[in-house]
C-alpha cells in the first residue's frame, strides 16, 4: 500500500465538516476552563497525577513496565505524595567512587526510579454503622491538571475528595462524605524496597495538631550502571514529614515501631457533609514544613481555587491557543501542554539553578539530554520564555562547566542523559548539538541576545569547538547558526571556524551539502532509504534527517511514497509510524523492540520532516493518524500520552510521559504552519490544514515590545466547499511583524486572482504546490482563493 492510495475522506463527509461553523463565540480562548475541559476518569485505566514544583502525587499503582496492570489501588487519603527536588535518581544518596568524566557524583541511583510507590503516608479507611472498610476503592477518579477528584461509594454512603498540591508544596485532600462517618488513616515513615535500616523519629506536636517525623536510614544503592551496590542514606534523610487534619486526633492517635524499626502511626477523625481536611507537608526545614502545612490547613479551598486559577492560566495566557474542526485534536494539544507544564521544576540548588519541564514521574523525574532535544523547541512557544524555554536550554551548562562530560579522542564532548542538584547518570550522548537548534528558535521567538550570549560563551563555543557531533546530519545547521550566534554575540572571529574547514575552504556550500546527502541515499542497496544500516535495520530513523531544510526534497517525496505508509514492508503498522519497518522486522525480533514498538519521539522526527518539505497530504494524514491512534483512547474517549505502545498497539510505560511533548510542534509547526523571528521581523503562515477540517485557529503569544507585554496574534484558517471546488481563506490579526501568508492549493490549482486585504502582494517565493502573497506589520492580513479540483 503506497501513499498515492492513502484515500481523503468521502466528499459528503467532507462536507459535513466544512460545514462547521467556528465554534468560538461562546467562547473567550483566553479565558477558557481548560482544567475542566481536560477532567477525565482514570479509575481501572492508570494511576492519578498532581504536580507541584517539588512535589507531586500519584494516585495508586500501576507499574510503569506493566502500564494496563493496577499493582494496588488508590484510596480515601493521600498514598503517595512525594518530595523530588532532585537531590537524587532513586533511593540514596551515594558518592560515586569512580574517578574522572565517570564519578557520578551524589545521588545518581539506578534503583529507586519510582520510589513513590513505596511512600505510605495516609492510607484512608472507613467506619460506618461500627464496621470498619480498609482502604475503599474509588468507584470513579477524575483527573486534571490542578487536581483529582475521587468518589466513592461504601454502605450506602457517598465519599468525594478533592487532592491537589498547593503553591507552597504540601498536598491536601478536602473530604466529605453524604453522611457522618469515621475516618480512620494509617501511614508509616519511609521505608524503600531496598531499605535496610530506618532511623526515623516521631512526635506529635499537640500546639499545631500534627504528626512530625524526622526521616531517616540507610539503603542499597547503585550509583554506576555497571558498577555494584553500595549502602547510602535514604534520599530523604533528615527530611521533616508534617501530617495534619482539620480536625484534633491526639485523643486516637497510636503510634508504634514497625519490624524494621519504620515509624508507624494511625489516628481517626469524624467526617460529614461539611467537609475535613488532611495535609501533607515535606522540607528539610523542621518548621518550614510546619508552616507550609498549617497554612494549607487554614486556606485549603482558597488554595484548591488559587491553583485551580494558575494552571488554567498557564494553560490560556502563556501557551498558543488553538482551536480546530475536531475536539479530540484540541483534547491533545491542551493535554499535551499539561504534561510539559506541569513537569517544571525550580531547584535553585546546584546544577539546578533554572526552571525547566522534566519527562516522566513513573520512570524518573529529571530533564533528559534527548527528550530536551523538542522539549526546547515546545518551550520556545510560551509567552514568558524566561520561565518556560531558557532553563531548558541552560540548565545543561552546569555540566560542562563543572567538567562533567565525557571527551572522546577526537574532540567531541558528550552529556550524561539526565542530572539532578549534585548527580549526573553517567550515560553518555551526543544530542546536545540539537539544543543548539532548539536554542536559535528560543531566541528568534525572543530576540534575547542575553540568553544567545549565555548560550554560546562559556558552552556551546568551548563545547564544540574542536567538533559537533551529528544528530542525524545536523551538523550543518549547527554550524550555520554557531556562525549567527558568534556574530550576534561579539565573537565575529569565531565565524570561520564554524563555516571553513582547516584548508580554510567553505564548508556549507550547496554542492558540499547536496553531496553528503547523497553518499547516503540508497546506501547498502536499499531503495528510496536513507542512511541504510548494512544489518538491514531499517528504523525510522531514516526519515530524521528530512526534519533540516538542507534534506533533498526529491528525496523525502520518494521514501515517504515508498516507505511511509506501506504496510507491506514500510512504517505503518495498526498505526503510523511503527519504530522498526516490517522489512526489518522480519529479521530482528528483540523483545526491547516488541515493547517499544511505536514511541513518540520516533512519530515526531518522521512526521515533522513531512511538513519541513511541504509534502501535503502524506504530511496531514499520517499525523492525525497517529495522534487519533497514538494520543487518543477510543474507548476511554480521553487524550492519553504513554512513552510507549508495543508491536499490539497496547500501551507500555509511563503514562504521563513528556516524551510527547514533540507532538505539540507537529500541530503548531506542521498542521499551521507557523514560523516567526523578532530579529527578523516576519511571521510566515505555510499550512497544512487536514482536508477533513472546515477551520482552524491558533493565537500566538509574542512578546515583540519593549515592555515585554504579551500581543495575542490571531492566525484563522477556514475553508469552504462547493462541489470539487473550494474556498479557502487565511486571516492574521494583530501581527506587530510583517506576514507571508503561503497558502497550501491542497493539490489543486488556483483559479482566479486572489482576494487579499490592504497592501498585500502577490510573492514568488512559496513552496512547490503553495502560492504566496506578503503583507506589512500592523493590519488586517487576509488571502482568500478559490482552488480548483
Not at 477523625?269 to 494549607?296: E, F, Y
Not at 545543561?396 to 562533567?404: G, I, P, S, T, Y
Not at 515493547?595 to 515533522?608: E, S
Request: contains cysteine.
Amino acid at each position: 500500500m503506497s501513499l498515492n492510495r492513502i484515500k481523503s475522506a468521502k466528499l459528503f463527509i467532507l462536507s459535513f465538516f466544512f460545514s462547521i461553523s467556528f465554534a468560538m463565540s461562546a467562547e473567550n480562548p483566553l479565558e477558557a476552563d481548560i482544567c475542566k475541559r481536560l477532567e477525565h476518569d482514570v479509575q481501572y485505566k492508570k494511576s492519578g497525577f498532581l504536580a507541584g514544583n517539588l512535589s507531586y502525587y500519584v494516585g495508586g499503582h500501576h507499574p510503569s513496565w506493566e502500564a494496563d496492570i493496577p499493582k494496588f489501588q488508590e484510596t480515601i487519603g493521600l498514598t503517595h505524595p512525594f518530595y523530588h527536588d532532585l537531590r537524587s535518581r532513586g533511593f540514596g544518596l551515594a558518592k560515586s567512587k569512580e574517578n574522572g568524566a565517570q564519578n557520578t557524583g551524589k545521588g545518581n541511583d539506578y534503583w529507586g526510579w519510582e520510589f513513590y510507590k513505596n511512600t505510605r503516608v495516609l492510607y484512608g479507611s472507613v467506619i460506618i454503622d461500627g464496621t470498619k472498610h480498609q482502604y475503599p476503592v474509588p468507584t470513579k477518579m477524575f483527573w486534571r491538571p490542578d487536581k483529582m477528584i475521587c468518589e466513592y461509594e461504601v454502605a450506602g454512603v457517598k465519599i468525594r475528595e478533592e487532592k491537589f498540591i498547593a503553591a507552597n508544596d504540601a498536598a491536601c485532600s478536602i473530604i466529605t462524605s453524604s453522611k457522618p462517618i469515621t475516618l480512620v488513616f494509617d501511614g508509616q515513615s519511609f521505608w524503600g524496597e531496598k531499605s535496610l535500616k530506618s532511623t526515623a523519629k516521631i512526635n506529635y506536636d499537640s500546639s499545631h495538631n500534627a504528626i512530625i517525623i524526622k526521616e531517616g536510614g540507610t539503603t542499597e544503592t547503585r550509583p554506576q550502571e555497571f558498577g555494584g551496590h553500595t549502602t547510602a542514606p535514604i534520599m530523604y534523610q533528615d527530611m521533616s514529614t508534617v501530617l495534619t487534619a482539620s480536625k484534633n486526633f491526639s485523643k486516637s492517635l497510636k503510634l508504634s515501631k514497625g519490624k524494621k524499626g519504620q515509624e508507624l502511626y494511625e489516628f481517626s477523625i469524624s467526617c460529614d457533609s461539611k467537609g475535613v481536611s488532611v495535609i501533607w507537608s515535606m522540607h528539610d526545614d523542621r518548621q518550614l514544613a510546619i508552616n507550609n502545612a498549617i497554612q494549607l490547613l487554614k486556606n485549603a479551598k482558597k488554595e484548591l481555587a488559587a491553583k485551580t486559577k494558575e494552571m488554567n492560566t498557564q494553560l490560556t495566557q502563556e501557551i498558543p491557543w488553538f482551536r480546530c474542526s475536531d475536539k479530540r485534536i484540541e483534547d491533545i494539544y491542551y493535554y499535551l501542554w499539561s504534561m510539559q507544564l506541569m513537569y517544571y521544576i525550580n531547584v535553585q540548588k546546584g546544577w539546578e539553578m533554572e526552571n525547566h519541564t522534566q519527562t516522566a514521574v513513573n520512570n524518573f523525574l529529571g530533564i533528559h539530554r534527548y527528550d530536551a532535544m523538542f522539549q526546547i523547541k515546545v518551550g520556545a512557544w510560551t509567552a514568558d520564555k524566561e520561565r518556560f524555554a531558557y532553563g531548558n536550554v541552560l540548565t545543561w551548562k552546569h555540566l560542562f562547566k563543572n567538567k562533567m562530560y565525557k571527551k572522546y579522542p577526537n574532540g567531541m564532548i558528550a552529556l550524561a542523559d539526565n542530572k539532578g542538584t549534585t548527580w549526573h547518570s553517567g550515560a553518555y550522548g551526543h544530542e546536545v548539538s540539537e539544543h543548539v537548534i532548539g536554542a536559535w528558535q528560543i531566541y528568534e521567538h525572543s530576540k534575547d541576545l542575553d540568553f544567545l550570549r549565555k548560550c554560546y560563551e562559556g558552552y556551546f563555543r568551548e563545547m564544540f569547538w574542536e567538533g559537533i557531533p551529528q544528530f542525524f546530519m545536523n551538523d550543518f545547521e549547527v554550524r550555520a547558526i554557531l556562525a549567527k550566534m558568534a556574530q550576534l554575540t561579539g565573537n565575529e572571529k569565531d565565524k570561520d571556524h564554524w563555516l571553513k574547514n582547516k584548508g580554510g575552504k567553505d564548508i556549507l556550500t550547496a554542492e558540499n551539502i547536496r553531496r553528503s546527502f547523497d553518499h547516503q541515499w540508497q546506501q547498502n542497496g536499499h531503495k528510496n532509504f536513507f542512511m541504510a544500516p548494512r544489518d538491514g535495520m531499517l528504523m525510522t530513523t531514516g526519515f530524521w534527517p528530512m526534519r533540516l531544510p538542507q534534506f533533498p526534497r526529491d528525496y523525502a517525496i520518494k521514501m515517504v511514497n515508498h516507505w511511509a505508509a506501506n504496510k507491506d514492508h514500510g512504517f505503518f503498522g495498526k498505526f503510523f509510524p511503527l519504530a522498526m519497518s516490517k522489512y526489518g522486522m522480519k529479521k530482528f525480533a528483540s523483545s526491547v523492540d516488541h515493547t517499544f514498538g511505536y514511541t513518540p519521539d520516533t512519530a515526531y522526527f518522521t512526521l515533522i520532516g513531512m511538513f519541513v518539505h511541504h509534502l501535503g497530504d502524506p504530511a496531514w494524514q499520517l499525523t492525525l493518524n497517529h495522534l487519533l491512534n497514538y494520543n487518543y483512547h477510543k474507548e476511554w474517549d480521553c487524550p492519553v500520552a504513554p512513552e510507549a505502545y508495543d508491536r499490539d498497539g497496547k500501551p507500555f510505560g509511563d503514562q504521563y510521559s513528556n516524551f510527547n511533548a514533540g507532538k505539540i510542534l507537529l500541530i503548531l509547526e506542521g498542521l499551521a504552519g507557523i514560523k516567526y523571528s523578532l530579529p527578523d521581523n516576519t511571521l510566515t503562515i505555510t499550512d497544512t490544514m487536514p482536508k477533513t477540517w472546515g477551520s482552524m485557529e491558533v493565537g500566538i503569544p509574542i512578546r515583540a515590545g519593549k515592555d515585554k507585554k504579551t500581543q495575542w496574534v490571531k492566525v484563522s484558517y477556514k475553508r469552504q466547499l462547493n462541489g470539487s471546488n473550494g474556498q479557502k481563506t487565511i486571516t492574521v490579526t494583530n501581527s506587530p511583524l510583517n506576514v507571508t501568508i503561503n497558502p497550501w492549493l491542497e493539490g489543486g490549482k488556483l483559479t482566479g486572482k486572489a482576494q487579499l486585504s490592504s497592501k498585500g502582494k502577490a510573492t514568488n517565493t512559496a513552496p512547490p504546490a503553495y502560492t504566496g502573497y506578503s503583507f506589512p506589520a500592523g493590519k488586517k492580513a487576509e488571502v482568500k482563493i478559490q482552488i480548483a479540483d
